[in-house]
Nanobody, 114 residues
Framework: QVQLVESGGGLVQPGGSLRLSCAAS????????MGWYRQAPGKQRELVAS???????YYAASVKGRFTVSRDNAKNTVYLQMSSLKPEDTAVYYC????????WGQGTQVTVSS
């Protein structure tokens, strides 16, 4: 059984920063992919950023240069540092890990508003 626990969401003003964390526990292969999706009201879930256990990363065009995904393999934890936040970044952010199958966190709300 794999569980993912997220933390770090909240309300922030435009231009501000937030850091999301997601800790995975259970049977996870060392060779895996971890990352973040988000879903805004009325929109489809979209991939925001991901990172492999080997250190490769991917970013959506909309967040490139503003968000940074990182991971601590020893702790099976993935982070998303979000800077220069915009109102359009408002969404529920879900972490995930791909290890044979895909596991999801419960989601954390990020609201960017003045």
């Amino acid at each position: 059984q794999v569980q993912l626990v997220e933390s770090g969401g909240g309300l922030v003003q435009p231009g501000g920063s937030l850091r999301l964390s997601c800790a995975a526990s259970g049977s996870i292969f060392s060779d895996n992919i971890m990352g973040w999706y988000r879903q805004a009201p009325g929109k489809q879930r979209e991939l925001v950023a991901s990172t492999t256990s080997g250190g490769s990363t991917y970013y959506a065009a909309s967040v490139k240069g503003r968000f940074t995904v990182s991971r601590d393999n020893a702790k099976n934890t993935v982070y998303l540092q979000m800077s220069s936040l915009k109102p359009e970044d408002t969404a529920v952010y879900y972490c995930y890990v791909v290890s044979i199958r895909t596991y999801w966190g419960q989601g954390t709300q990020v609201t960017v508003s003045s």
